[in-house]
């Protein structure tokens, strides 16, 4: 879980923080309560009907959950976008450890990125408060009937396996060395070499179902693996490769 310092602002200050998808290095879309925007009608039903949020409420503080309502026609994908199935924690839960401590997962946001008559693609932001405060960014692709997760291996040929791995080490190999110029600290040559050691042992598996798709590229990303005290030395580890340079790659049968 990616973490960073976090200060207790309000639900519509939370939306204003994040970043539209697509600007700089961050790819991160911005979370709207727009349910028109999130929901989906790209086939005879619709799939996301709305945004169900829950307010967390801690003494003087409060914070939000949202998440998708998903049509009932499609209960396997309903039960796959669920606060417990996301976070691996009972909604129930998560707002008894709000209301004891103002603790645990304190927010939850969504965005659908991308969505066929096949596949339905989201990004999810959550904040959480343990010994530290940390947030993380979770990436869903799944297929709309069965609800599991559509992964790269059911895209891309082995050549396309290959090439997306061999690419993406590349990427990220590039931007550690770029960032060494911007560091004289004490310990960052040996964080830099953990993280040049990480790359080099990623395997597809790392990447296979940890992306989104967007109308007209992917997002690939792993998770950091520095410590909180230097996490801010961690690199851009999102990398994202446009469809047409994929489709060459493309499976017979694939979804997007």
């Not at 309903?78 to 417990?84: T, Y």
């Not at 040559?189 to 989104?212: G, V, W």
């Not at 030395?233 to 490769?241: H, S, Y």
């Amino acid at each position: 879980m990616r973490k960073v310092m976090k200060k207790t602002v309000s639900y519509i200050t939370l939306l204003a923080m994040l970043f539209v998808i697509g600007c700089g290095n961050t790819n991160n879309p911005a979370y709207t309560n727009a349910s028109s925007l999130n929901a989906d009608s790209t086939t005879n039903q619709s799939i996301i009907l709305r945004d169900s949020v829950v307010v967390l409420k801690y003494k003087t503080q409060t914070d939000t959950i949202a998440f998708p309502v998903v049509n009932a026609q499609f209960p396997q994908l309903a039960a796959a976008l669920n606060p417990e199935a996301v976070l691996g924690e009972r909604l129930s839960k998560i707002k008894e450890n709000y209301e004891d401590c103002g603790c645990g997962y304190t927010s939850l946001m969504y965005k659908k990125t991308f969505s066929n008559a096949k596949i339905l693609s989201l990004w999810f932001y959550a904040e959480f408060i343990g010994a530290y405060p940390s947030q993380t960014t979770i990436y869903q692709t799944l297929s709309i009937n069965t609800g599991l997760v559509y992964k790269l291996t059911q895209q891309l040929n082995e050549a396309g396996e290959k090439y997306v791995l061999t690419k993406y080490k590349a990427t990220l190999l590039k931007r550690l060395e770029a960032d060494k110029a911007n560091h004289t600290e004490k310990d960052y040559d040996s964080a830099c070499n953990q993280i040049k050691e990480n790359i080099n042992q990623l395997t597809f598996e790392a990447i296979n179902d940890n992306y989104i798709v967007k109308d007209s590229s992917v997002i690939v990303k792993t998770e950091p693996i520095l410590p909180h005290v230097v996490l801010a030395w961690e690199i851009d580890r999102m990398v994202d490769f446009s469809l047409d340079e994929l489709k060459q790659f493309k499976k017979e049968g694939a979804s997007i």
